[in-house]
């Protein structure tokens, strides 16, 4: 079985065909800049990367671009798109409604384009693309995996707001989660590494965008994310959790709309905000190479908000096995595990510097033989796991 894994964002449509058979990736790109004047799509298949630039002005154009290319006598990797058994979608919201990945039908379709309005910017553009595909591959399935749906195993007294109950119901005014695919391959990965009957894990996906998740038993208990992507973690440009309020005080002080003041918390804040950098690369070279006022103090509130994140995990979840970071910072940043473990002593956590200083994008432990708890990297994969769940549910189907 191959799995055409698809994740669609407003402007770009990252895909990767993955042979179900061994798990093998057959070939991955990224088309970028759609519906502007050039867009670019880059494919690599095995050691050969090639570009193309043409103008796709939608994600139906921009899917039909990435077809020839995957089945291109010269630079794809399929003999034609027949080999294709299965199309997975990473979709944004599964709200209230989806407790696990689902086939896409006209009523699935339905009830998520109406749960668009909890994430409009990432929901509308990850339809659009499931439009796409079954408009070109004709009867290929399609199976959409929610961001949200690993999360969705959280008790009410983790997700629910302090607001009136019936605007909950009326409105679905809850915390959701985000990253779902991600922690659920990295929680699993851990349990396995753990290899005991009960575990309680914390995962750190640490990026652009930043979360954490309590794992009990392979189970989310609470995470960081709540409503929409923008609550929990300082992140490369939104400003993670701050006070309610900061919103109208702000809107009339700069004379703008909530609207803006929102969009201003999404775009313009976090580690941009603070120093005038998105990338945690290019903070790291400004506070140990310039010695950076604001680039010291976004990497100090950034480490902070992590490990006060872990101690009150370590409380819910009445203790703690392990501590996993993933994502593009918690793979490869160094600096930033130092940063965020150097605090965690008090908890009996103890860092094998070197260890540390030599792991980059591999799994590996970080941890002394005499630490209370383990801490490891682990390299997610949400392709395979959108893969997984698009095999598993087909292969039922």
Known sequence: MKVLVINAGSSSLKYQVIDMDDETTLGRGIVERIGQQESTLTQTSGSSTNTIKKAMSNHTEALRVVLESMTDPCIGFLTNTSEITAIGHRVLHGAEDYKSSVIIDDEVLKIC???AVLGPLHQYANLGCVDSCISVLKGVPNVAVFDTVFHSSMPAHAYMYAIDFEDYEKFKVRKYGFHGTSHKYVSGEAVKYLNKENSKIIVCHLGN??????????????????????????????SGDCDPALITYLAKQKNVSADEIVDYLNKKSGFLGIAGVSDFRDLTRMATDENNFRANLAIEMFA?????????????MSGLDCIAFTGGIGENAWYA????????????VKIDEKKNQSIRGKFGELHQARSKIKVIVIPTNEELMIARETRALISKD
């Open 337 to 348: 595990r130092k940063k965020i473990t150097d605090g965690l002593e008090c908890l009996g």
């Open 304 to 316: 902070y908000r992590v490990r006060k994140y872990i101690g009150s995990y370590f409380v819910a």
């Open 209 to 238: 965008g930043s979360s954490l998740a309590a794992v009990v038993d392979g189970k989310c208990v609470d995470t960081s994310m709540g409503l929409t992507p923008l609550e929990g973690m300082i992140m490369g440009t939104r």
């Open 113 to 115: 384009y109406e749960n």
